[in-house]
C-alpha cells in the first residue's frame, strides 16, 4: 500500500452496508428479481430442451426484471461510494485542500448534471410508453424506463446533498490507483 505523498490513497475499509429499512427493502427487491429472472429462465430452458416448447412471457418478464434490478442496485451503489470514480487525481490534491475542494464540487455538479439529462430523457420515454403495451405480457412499456427516472432523480437528490453538506469526497475504493 502506498501513501498520500506517492500520489495513491491509502485503502481505507470499504464501507458499511447501508442499514436502513430502504435499503433493505431495494436489496430485497434485487434478490426478488434475480430470483424471478433465474427460475423463469430456468423453466424455460427445461420446457424447451425437454418438451421442445417454452413459455414466451419469460423473455419479456427477464428483461423488464433485469432494467429493474440494474436499476435498483446503481441507485443503492451511490451512497456508498460503488460507482467508477478516478481517485488519482483527487489523491494527488490530497495537500490542496481549496483545490481538491472545487474538484469535489466540480465532479458532483457534474453527478447532479448527468442526473437531469437522464432525468429528462427517461421521463420523454415514460411519456411515449404510456401510451403502448408489450406484446406478451401486456404491461405499459413506461415500465422500462420509469426505473432510470427513479434512480436519476435519486442519484441526483443525494448528489445535491452532499455538495450542499459539503461531505468530503471518500478517495477508499479498495485500490491504490484508479
Not at 467508477?84 to 487525481?89: G, N
Not at 453527478?111 to 403495451?133: E, R
Request: charged residues 10%; aromatic residues 6%; neutral net charge.
Amino acid at each position: 500500500m502506498k501513501n498520500l505523498e506517492s500520489g495513491a490513497a491509502e485503502m481505507s475499509p470499504p464501507p458499511a452496508p447501508p442499514s436502513t429499512g430502504l435499503a433493505r427493502l431495494m436489496e430485497n427487491l434485487m434478490a426478488l428479481c434475480l430470483g424471478t429472472m433465474a427460475l423463469a429462465v430456468f423453466i424455460n430452458v427445461v420446457l424447451r430442451y425437454v418438451f421442445g416448447t417454452g413459455i414466451s412471457a419469460s423473455e419479456e418478464l427477464s428483461r423488464l426484471l433485469f432494467v429493474w434490478m440494474v436499476f435498483i442496485g446503481a441507485t443503492l451503489a451511490y451512497p456508498l461510494g460503488e460507482h467508477m470514480t478516478f481517485t488519482m487525481l483527487l489523491a494527488a490534491l490530497q495537500k490542496k485542500p481549496a483545490a481538491l475542494n472545487a474538484v469535489v464540487v466540480l465532479i458532483r455538479l457534474l453527478v447532479i448534471g448527468a442526473c437531469v439529462a437522464l432525468a429528462v430523457g427517461a421521463w420523454q420515454q415514460v411519456v411515449v410508453g404510456l401510451g403502448s403495451h408489450s406484446v406478451v405480457l401486456g404491461y405499459s412499456t413506461a415500465l422500462l424506463p420509469l426505473p432510470a427516472l427513479l434512480c436519476s432523480v435519486a442519484i441526483g437528490v443525494m448528489a445535491l446533498w452532499e455538495l450542499v453538506k459539503n461531505k468530503p469526497m471518500d478517495l477508499g475504493h479498495g485500490a491504490e490507483v484508479e
